[in-house]
T-cell receptor, first 114, second 112 residues
Framework: DAGVIQSPRHEVTEMGQEVTLRCKPISGHDYLFWYRQTMMRGLELLIYFNNNVPIDDSGMPEDRFSAKMPNASFSTLKIQPSEPRDSAVYFC????????????FGPGTRLTVL | AQSVAQPEDQVNVAEGNPLTVKCTYSVSGNPYLFWYVQYPNRGLQFLLKYITGDNLVKGSYGFEAEFNKSQTSFHLKKPSALVSDSALYFCAVGYGANNLFFGTGTRLTVIP
């Protein structure tokens, strides 16, 4: 298995632009997670899905952020409009059900908003 | 509420010496505890986990961790450090259906 795939790996955009991050989870994993990592705030859970349904989006910072999972093999995280404080590394992770299964992380997307 | 503390931001150890990265936790009920490692410009990689059973858990790359219920700790250890072990290490506690609460991370530097 190729593992969790994320694209793009790097994104540089200007303030006010729309940004879309993409994720393909490991086949057979029922859970998908979006995280954000910054030096100041560490690793933060933004939202997670179970069987394509959003379960907890309490970590989404504000309405500018939205996430979708139209099918079991694809998810997007969108920021519109983007702001410089959104600059971070965004990770997608997937796992099998149950709290004792480890999550598998993608390589991340490094977002820079100028 | 679930929480994880990694009291050391940075740990330095000489190559060949034993290493310990500390983690304490607070969780209601039985804990699921994890260690992850992050190399530069990479995602987090799973190292090991404690679910139940033997308090000493062995994982990838020669790492092990000891679950201590009375001290609510889950320290990561390795008998002999390698330069290639230099990375950022995260402790995490599992809760709910499938959530992980991560610590703030400890940067391990192994000095040749």
């Amino acid at each position: 298995d190729a593992g969790v795939i994320q694209s793009p790996r790097h994104e540089v955009t200007e303030m006010g632009q729309e940004v879309t991050l993409r994720c393909k989870p490991i086949s057979g994993h029922d859970y998908l997670f979006w995280y954000r990592q910054t030096m100041m705030r560490g690793l933060e859970l933004l939202i997670y899905f179970n069987n394509n349904v959003p379960i907890d989006d309490s970590g989404m910072p504000e309405d500018r952020f939205s996430a979708k999972m139209p099918n079991a093999s694809f998810s997007t995280l969108k920021i519109q409009p983007s702001e410089p404080r959104d600059s971070a590394v965004y990770f997608c992770a997937s796992s099998l059900p149950s709290g004792y299964n480890e999550q598998f992380f993608g390589p991340g997307t490094r977002l820079t908003v100028l | 509420a679930q929480s994880v503390a990694q009291p050391e931001d940075q740990v330095n150890v000489a190559e060949g010496n034993p290493l310990t990265v500390k983690c304490t936790y607070s969780v209601s009920g039985n804990p699921y505890l994890f260690w992850y490692v992050q190399y530069p410009n990479r995602g987090l990689q799973f190292l090991l986990k404690y679910i139940t059973g033997d308090n000493l858990v062995k994982g990838s790359y020669g790492f092990e961790a000891e679950f201590n219920k009375s001290q609510t700790s889950f320290h990561l250890k390795k008998p002999s450090a390698l330069v290639s072990d230099s990375a950022l290490y995260f402790c995490a506690v599992g809760y709910g259906a499938n959530n992980l609460f991560f610590g703030t991370g400890t940067r391990l530097t192994v000095i040749p």
